[in-house]
């Protein structure tokens, strides 16, 4: 099955800066997609990480606070800007490979902002 | 707006018994349905998934049974075991993946 690898897996970060969270596929896929989690709560979905061009967010999250890139069919980083302590969460990518219907997961960053 | 959801945060059940987590969905248009498990640490895993034109799909030791007239989905594990303690979420899926509220199974010794 395919992997995908999310990096860094935890942080630390003092509030005011920002993080880069990356995530490499293994193979090719079709769509890639950002979701934030609450500890103990549903995953909610961020955005979908479109190659080439801009993402697409949902409703309540916006490119300034969280640009996201997508330069290949593999790889794709979101930012959480200007961070504060209720951006702490899991941050986690997901994919859709080609031909298949049901989405992957890396493990998720465990972000926490002080 | 379309959400899917939920009836029970956490389902305690004996080892070896039958579990059975419910979930609501009210998209009547939705065509595709997924069940993760995400087990402490890690992200969701793939179960099973169906699609709105079946009422049943067997995999191994689980089932997924849907209903569309009153838009509600199931999840049967049978001869649940320590290692199916996880949380579980249904999905509704079309261009991209919408996570309901999650239930906890525990499984009691």
């Known amino acids: 099955s395919a992997v995908i690898s999310q990096k860094p897996s935890r942080d630390i970060c003092q509030r005011g800066t920002s993080l880069t969270i990356q995530c490499q596929v293994d193979?090719?896929?079709?769509?890639m997609f950002w979701y934030r989690q609450q500890p103990g709560q549903s995953l909610t979905l961020i955005a979908t990480?479109?190659?080439?061009?801009?993402?697409?967010?949902e409703s309540g999250f916006v490119i300034d606070k969280f640009p996201i890139s997508r330069p290949n069919l593999t790889f794709s980083t979101l930012t959480v800007s200007n961070m504060s302590p209720e951006d702490s969460s899991i941050y986690l990518c997901?994919?859709?490979?080609?031909?298949?219907?049901?989405?992957?997961f890396g493990q998720g960053t465990r972000l926490t902002v002080v | 707006g379309e959400s899917v959801g939920l009836h029970l945060p956490t389902l305690s059940v004996q080892e070896g018994d039958n579990s059975i987590i419910n979930c609501a969905y009210s998209?009547?248009?939705?065509?595709?349905f997924i069940w993760y498990k995400q087990e402490s640490g890690k992200g969701p895993q793939f179960i099973i998934d169906i699609r709105s034109n079946m009422d049943k799909r067997q995999g191994q030791r689980v089932t997924v049974l849907l209903n569309k007239t009153v838009k509600h989905l199931s999840l049967q594990i049978a001869a649940t075991q320590p290692g199916d303690s996880a949380v579980y979420f249904c999905a509704e899926q079309d261009d991209k993946i919408i996570f309901g509220k999650g239930t906890r199974l525990h499984i009691l010794p």
């Open positions: 193979s090719q896929v079709t769509m």
């Open positions: 990480a479109n190659q080439g061009s801009e993402a697409t967010y």
């Open positions: 997901s994919a859709l490979r080609m031909g298949r219907t049901e989405a992957f």
């Open positions: 998209n009547s248009a939705s065509d595709y």
